[in-house]
């Protein structure tokens, strides 16, 4: 997630035009003496089981205190917990800038002031141990880990943008470090590999002003440091093949993006934003029939409890944006309503799945289900712009 958060930040702030959608889980670093715990709570985080990670990682905290790497993988694990709940890990509010103004549930502030405590914590740690050798791999690997973390805080929770960037800079920067002091320390090419492609992606002028303060990249240089991370055998292969399915899909490599989805869903069954991006990608692809089984198959998954309690209702609204984009409008707005049959599904999902509906309902000349279905939307929540658009249609019947 960091990862993601990082290139969509240069992007946008920089300029450049919408990113697609995929979500990177970034929870690197490089516990000292090598505690078997880790590998079980790397286990449990990419499968989104946060409550279980979260315990593990503070075992290993407890048995590591002074590793700011311990730290990191705790800190990465109650922060992307936070952003699920909060709802601001749905996949496809990823494929375009909107991102950057959408507004989520608010932080709850002792998970706040817990992840500002954790950052505090990491960072006293690495500038100790810099203090003492300023050429230390593992704390400027780390200290670039923690920096990047607080970009993806700074950016999901305070909505800092600019913040967000310094952080993540500041990660290349300790990492490119990394790399003139270890070349064969491939886990630092993931920060490095990701920054070269989103400068190469900038326009002209934009990269020249990014010269002029020290960043430059090349599309060809992100992707062999990327592939090169992908495929080892370190912490962070898993992030390296979720962002190199997001830069993927930007060059419309879309079997290969999906190549990578398919494996990671194979490896974390339980982890639904995997499959859901097959779906995705399948659609961007314009392999529509294909696409909508596979939302289908994610929806029909989660019914069969394979994904426990995650919401992976978001497969419903998927199906229903796909259909509508097809003008079926009958069976789009039987797809939005799927998602109301989820046991307790994402409430901002699921007002938008209701609006949504209601719209399909009028298009099809139903003007009583619409209106009703715009009345839960305005009875789950009166001030979201879902609501907004519903009391339009109430008064108005919705047209395309």
């Known amino acids: 997630m ?32 090598h505690d078997p715990l880790v590998d079980v709570a790397f286990e449990h985080f990419y499968n989104m089981d946060y409550d279980r990670s979260i315990q593990e990682f ?43 103004g959408q507004a989520h549930r608010p932080a709850d502030p002792r998970v706040k002031e817990q992840i500002t405590r954790l950052v505090d914590r990491a960072e006293n740690l690495e500038e100790l141990q810099l203090k003492a050798n300023s050429k230390n791999v593992e704390a400027l690997y780390a200290r670039g880990v923690t920096r990047a973390q607080f970009a993806l805080y700074t950016a999901l929770v305070e909505r800092a943008w ?8 500041g990660a290349r920067r300790d990492h490119e470090r990394v790399l003139e002091l270890d070349p064969q320390y491939v886990d630092a090419k993931l920060v490095v590999g990701t920054h070269n492609y989103v ?40 992030d390296a093949k979720v962002v190199l399915s997001l830069f993927l899909r930007r060059e419309h490599r879309f079997d290969e993006a999906r190549a ?29 029939p294909e696409a909508a089984a596979a939302y289908r198959k994610v929806w029909q998954n989660g019914r069969e409890g394979k994904f426990g309690t995650l919401h992976y209702e978001i497969a419903a609204w998927g199906l229903g944006e796909l259909l509508r984009s097809q003008k079926d409008y009958a069976n789009a707005a039987s797809a ?26 009028d298009l099809l000349q139903k003007r009583e289900l619409a209106v009703k279905k715009y009345q839960i939307v305005l009875a789950e929540n009166a001030g979201t712009p879902p609501a907004e658009l519903a009391r339009k249609h109430i008064r108005e019947a919705y047209r395309e």
């Open 2 to 33: 960091s990862i993601l958060v990082f290139c969509l930040l240069s992007m946008n702030v920089f300029g450049q035009a919408s990113a697609p959608a995929a979500i990177a889980q970034y929870a690197p670093g490089h516990v000292s003496e």
């Open 58 to 100: 503070e075992k290993v905290l407890d048995r590591h205190s002074s590793d700011p790497s311990a730290v990191n993988h705790l800190m990465t694990a109650v922060l992307l917990r936070e952003l699920y709940r909060m709802g601001a890990m749905n996949t496809g509010e990823y494929a375009n800038d909107s991102f950057v």
């Open 162 to 169: 600019f913040s967000a960037l310094r952080n993540a800079v």
């Open 199 to 238: 400068m190469g992606s900038l326009p002209w002028s934009v990269k020249v002003a990014g010269t002029m303060v020290g960043l430059s990249g090349t599309k060809e240089k992100g992707f062999e440091y990327l592939h090169e991370v992908a495929n080892s055998s370190g912490e962070n292969s898993v």
């Open 260 to 288: 990578n989805m398919h494996d990671l869903a194979s490896r974390y069954p339980r982890n639904y934003l995997f499959p859901l991006e097959e779906a995705n990608l399948l659609r961007a692809d314009r392999h529509f």
């Open 336 to 361: 939005y309503e799927l998602v109301s049959e989820a046991q307790n599904p994402d409430p901002e999902t699921l007002q938008k799945a209701n609006l949504a509906a209601g719209e399909m309902y």
